[in-house]
């Protein structure tokens, strides 16, 4: 089974940047994307972007100017960093893995979330 | 971006009751759609991918049905632990967008 947690500071400063990673347990990071969300406060989901275990990258283009996602493969983990937060970057952030199905040498992408971590609570505040 | 909008905003329901929820998006995204639950101190939990599979081990009175603009998520009898928010995700175009979400509980 596999499981993502993450861990990160629970308070970053205005105008600081956010870091977080999460760990993958029970599996390996594969051939999936490994994907950023963030709840923010009475709000709904927002996806940041995704990452593989090659370290391509895709970012939410209204974020790309402030989101950096790499990946380790050799811990099993990936990570996140957004620059120059503001109280607007106040959220719960989730990991998740995307959903795939392998047949052969073909890999279907379904770009669904089916394993996440428990969530961390970034607050931006001074 | 393409822009999810979920009806209704919330709901109250009894235990049995069949509950739907709407999606829409604002230009045709095929089948190319996911649910979601979302429940307070748990980790959301994907229910349906590609507008109508259920992930493994979601309970059958789940189903997932619509195409192009217009997609639903029933519950055909809804259970105490059914109760929650849930999500619509389009995947036709990046970036991928969440509906505002649907809360459900307990009339």
């Known amino acids: 089974q596999v499981l993502l947690q993450e861990s990160g500071p629970g308070l970053v400063k205005p105008s600081e940047t956010l870091s977080l990673t999460c760990i993958v347990s029970?599996?390996?990071?594969?051939?999936?994307?490994w994907s950023w969300i963030r709840q923010s406060p009475g709000k709904g989901l927002e996806w940041i972007g995704y990452?593989?275990?090659?370290?391509?990258?895709t970012y939410k283009s209204s974020l790309k100017s402030r989101v950096s996602m790499s990946v380790d493969t050799s811990k099993n983990q990936f990570s996140l960093k957004v620059t120059s937060v503001t109280a607007a970057d106040t959220a719960v952030y989730y990991c998740?893995?995307?959903?795939?199905?392998?047949?052969?040498?073909?890999?279907?992408?379904?770009?669904?979330?089916?394993?996440w971590g428990q969530g961390t609570t970034v607050t931006v505040s001074s | 971006d393409i822009q999810m909008t979920q009806s209704p905003a919330s709901l109250s329901a009894s235990v049995g009751d069949s509950v739907t929820i709407t999606c829409q998006a604002n230009q045709d995204i095929t089948n190319f759609l996911n649910w979601y639950q979302v429940t307070p101190g748990k980790a959301p939990k994907l229910l349906v991918y590609d507008k109508s599979n259920l992930e493994t081990g979601v309970p059958s009175r789940f189903s997932g049905s619509g195409t192009g603009t217009h997609f639903t998520l029933t519950i055909s009898s809804l259970h105490p632990e059914d109760l929650g928010t849930y999500y619509c995700q389009q995947y036709d175009r990046l970036p991928l967008t969440f509906g505002g979400g649907t809360k459900v509980d307990l009339k």
């Open positions: 029970g599996g390996s990071i594969g051939s999936h994307y």
């Open positions: 990452i593989n275990h090659s370290g391509t990258t």
């Open positions: 998740a893995r995307e959903r795939i199905t392998v047949s052969g040498i073909l890999i279907k992408h379904y770009y669904a979330m089916d394993v």
